[in-house]
């Protein structure tokens, strides 16, 4: 009776050990890596007409993954056919003091993680306005986590 019951411990607990879901390891190179960006063509987006409003010094960042995703943030212009099996939208917003401009953008890739830079320029006016920018990458795996870094002027 006494070596049936340490058999069977002794085979539960293997089966507990051995049933443990695992998680793979990240590649041994997690190294940071530029990512091939595209503009989306014919959107005449407003940063007014996209999201909600934001406060001087605060930005949005949206991860859009398909047209439905895209329309319901979308409120005014119409938006571009862009294929979602293919590619994935990255959408950010912010509020500057005095008036601004994208400057610069880049989408860098370490393992899973993502990071959308983005460095605005000052314009020639004073008064405060949102600026919209915006690409496409490379349909983002499930999972893949996105970060966003804005530089303002």
């Not at 990071?115 to 915006?134: D, F």
């Amino acid at each position: 009776m006494k070596l049936s019951r340490v058999l069977t411990l002794g085979m539960g607990t293997l089966l507990a050990l051995g049933s443990c879901q695992k998680t793979a390891a990240p590649p041994a190179d997690c190294s940071t890596q530029a990512v091939e960006t595209t503009d989306p063509s014919g959107w005449a987006a407003s940063p007014y007409c996209f999201a909600t409003p934001v406060a001087v010094g605060q930005y949005q960042t949206y991860v859009i993954n398909s047209a439905a995703e895209l329309q319901a943030l979308n409120h005014c212009a119409s938006p571009p056919t862009i294929d979602f099996a293919r590619y994935t939208l990255l959408v950010g917003k912010t509020k500057t003091a005095a008036c601004s401009n994208v400057k610069t953008q880049e989408v860098v890739r370490s393992c899973d993680r993502y990071t959308y830079r983005v460095v605005l320029a000052a314009g020639a006016c004073q008064a405060s306005t949102e600026v919209l920018y915006y690409t496409l990458v490379p349909k983002l795996a499930a999972g893949a986590q996105v970060t966003s870094e804005v530089t303002l002027p």
